[in-house]
């Protein structure tokens, strides 16, 4: 049977930067206050005339120089975000427009909606058709222009995330590869985070816009609660599913949304923080970007060998949780 694997993978995170000594002239908050409670020192922030899209486009391109490969050796596009251009088309449609395919019989693209868990998601079904033969290669991407969707009012949330986009190319690879995935929800805990306003429940109005229905809204205690008990149960299953210990894992890649959280999994697991890949400092939570951005940083650092297994493990709205074993 093939075997997936990532051959490829970069990201891109927007050039202007917002630090916690900026939000302090925003909002009621202190450098502190956020280094001590989440570990986030900065975040990037895309550009006034940037959507998803378009950082969409600028990770996939590098992913692409990175293989060797051009945009017509990709046969499926994958787009994971909660932050679309729009609610249709869907963004990874316009990304393979931004990649020059013009006709009507260009590659199969679309979207992801998963939350922060997005890019595992889209991992595991760029795995199932990259093995099952319906494609060669797949390029999943996690991109998010969160800073849109913040109510820079609330220090609860705008304090928290950042911007930017990390893409996969996903093929037949020589090794282990791709080693496993475990995909799961929560689907009773799905209003703890959402963006209420905008759909067929709550359509846009004024009575919305009014009651800032059009920003994120979360329950952070309940989050926190489901985010500890999910990424147990998700590394948990990979490790069982695949055969492994954590002894075995190299680099434990966990969702970048809090270092407390980031902590409490690594200590669950016996992992200590030398084996623990954190981004979170320096990028904030880029939701569905966050795996795979926090993965090209350290590789961009020379962290990671051939070889090395990584265990990723990410939570997000929906809820959602998933857990991924790869092999470099």
Same mark, same amino acid.
């Given at each position: 049977?093939?075997?997936?694997?990532?051959? &490829? /993978?970069?990201?891109?995170?927007?050039?202007?930067?917002?630090?916690?000594?900026?939000?302090?002239?925003?909002?009621?908050?202190?450098?502190?206050?956020?280094?001590?409670?989440?570990?986030?020192?900065?975040?990037?922030?895309?550009?006034?005339?940037?959507?998803?899209?378009?950082?969409?486009?600028?990770?996939?391109?590098?992913?692409?120089?990175?293989?060797? %490969?051009?945009? &017509?050796?990709?046969?499926?596009?994958?787009?994971?975000?909660?932050?679309?251009?729009?609610?249709?088309?869907?963004?990874?449609?316009?990304?393979?427009?931004?990649?020059?395919?013009?006709? =009507?019989?260009?590659?199969?693209?679309?979207?992801?909606?998963?939350?922060?868990?997005?890019? =595992?998601?889209?991992?595991?079904?760029?795995?199932?058709?990259?093995?099952?033969?319906?494609?060669?290669?797949?390029?999943?991407?996690?991109?998010?222009?969160? &800073?849109?969707?913040?109510?820079?009012?609330?220090?609860?949330?705008?304090?928290?995330?950042?911007?930017?986009?990390?893409?996969?190319?996903? &093929?037949?690879?020589?090794?282990?590869?791709? /080693?496993?995935?475990?995909?799961?929800?929560?689907?009773?805990?799905?209003?703890? /985070?959402?963006?209420?306003?905008?759909?067929?429940?709550?359509?846009?109005?004024?009575?919305?816009?009014?009651?800032?229905?059009?920003?994120?809204?979360?329950?952070?205690?309940?989050?926190?609660?489901?985010?500890?008990?999910?990424?147990?149960?998700?590394?948990?299953?990979?490790?069982?599913?695949?055969?492994?210990?954590?002894?075995?894992?190299?680099?434990?890649?966990?969702?970048?949304?809090?270092?407390?959280?980031?902590?409490?999994?690594?200590?669950?697991?016996?992992?200590?923080?030398?084996? =623990?890949?954190?981004? %979170?400092?320096? /990028?904030?939570?880029?939701?569905?970007?966050?795996?795979?951005?926090?993965?090209?940083?350290?590789?961009?650092?020379?962290?990671?060998?051939?070889?090395?297994?990584?265990?990723?493990?990410?939570?997000?709205?929906?809820?959602?949780?998933?857990?991924?074993?790869?092999?470099?």
């Amino acid at each position: 049977m093939k075997k997936a694997g990532i051959i &490829s /993978l970069a990201s891109y995170a927007p050039e202007k930067v917002m630090t916690n000594f900026d939000l302090e002239k925003m909002v009621e908050t202190s450098d502190e206050w956020i280094v001590t409670r989440t570990g986030i020192k900065q975040r990037h922030i895309v550009a006034e005339d940037q959507a998803t899209s378009d950082i969409s486009t600028i990770a996939a391109k590098e992913a692409l120089k990175k293989a060797g %490969l051009e945009a &017509s050796d990709i046969d499926c596009f994958i787009l994971a975000t909660a932050t679309p251009d729009m609610l249709f088309p869907s963004t990874g449609c316009l990304v393979t427009a931004k990649l020059g395919f013009t006709g =009507v019989d260009s590659p199969p693209a679309y979207d992801i909606a998963a939350g922060c868990t997005g890019f =595992v998601y889209g991992l595991a079904q760029a795995k199932a058709y990259v093995e099952s033969g319906l494609y060669k290669r797949v390029m999943v991407i996690g991109a998010e222009s969160l &800073s849109r969707i913040l109510d820079w009012t609330d220090r609860n949330t705008c304090v928290l995330f950042g911007d930017g986009a990390g893409a996969a190319i996903v &093929s037949e690879a020589e090794g282990s590869g791709i /080693l496993g995935c475990e995909l799961g929800s929560w689907g009773a805990g799905g209003m703890h /985070l959402t963006l209420p306003a905008g759909g067929s429940l709550n359509p846009a109005s004024q009575e919305t816009i009014d009651k800032r229905m059009h920003y994120v809204h979360m329950d952070g205690n309940d989050v926190f609660k489901f985010a500890v008990r999910a990424m147990g149960i998700g590394c948990k299953k990979i490790l069982d599913k695949t055969g492994l210990t954590a002894d075995d894992i190299d680099w434990f890649v966990p969702h970048q949304a809090n270092i407390r959280i980031i902590d409490s999994a690594a200590k669950r697991l016996g992992i200590g923080m030398e084996r =623990v890949l954190v981004s %979170l400092d320096e /990028l904030g939570n880029t939701s569905a970007a966050s795996i795979p951005m926090t993965i090209d940083k350290a590789q961009q650092k020379g962290k990671i060998k051939k070889g090395d297994k990584l265990l990723m493990v990410a939570f997000g709205a929906g809820l959602t949780w998933g857990a991924s074993i790869i092999e470099w």
